[in-house]
């Protein structure tokens, strides 16, 4: 099971960067996948999740700003990121999170972590 994460760069407030993970190594369809992120002294965080779906969570932070869409077809997940922000800062992480009941919280106890891909925003 891999999680492959790509897109991470260096902006500056006000730009737009887009963030892909590709998923391979099972089937997809009972797994949410989403984004995290760690700032530089803070804890990892939510930022976005889909489903298969289409359905789609988002962090009260970056609602509004990121738009996460999910390609069934090519096991990806794309998080697009506009008008981004010094405070947005941070190593970005792909990550999946099977479904096991009706009820899906995609923001904690993750299954599976991809590698981080850093975005700075600068002022």
């Known amino acids: 099971v891999q999680l492959q994460a790509s897109g991470g760069g260096s902006v500056q407030a006000g730009d737009s960067l887009r963030l892909s993970c590709a998923a391979s190594g099972r089937t997809w369809s009972t797994v949410v996948l989403g984004w995290f992120r760690q700032a530089p002294g803070k804890e990892r965080e939510f930022v976005a999740a889909a489903r298969w779906s289409g359905a789609t969570y988002y962090s009260d932070s970056v609602k509004g700003r990121f738009t996460i869409s999910r390609d069934n077809a090519k096991n990806t997940v794309v998080l697009q990121m506009h008008n981004l922000q010094p405070e947005d800062t941070a190593v970005y992480y792909c990550?999946?999170?099977?479904?096991?009941?009706?009820?899906?919280?995609?923001?904690?106890?993750?299954?599976?972590w991809g590698q981080g891909t850093l975005v700075t925003v600068s002022s």
């Open positions: 990550a999946g999170k099977i479904i096991r009941s009706v009820i899906v919280d995609p923001t904690s106890n993750i299954d599976y």
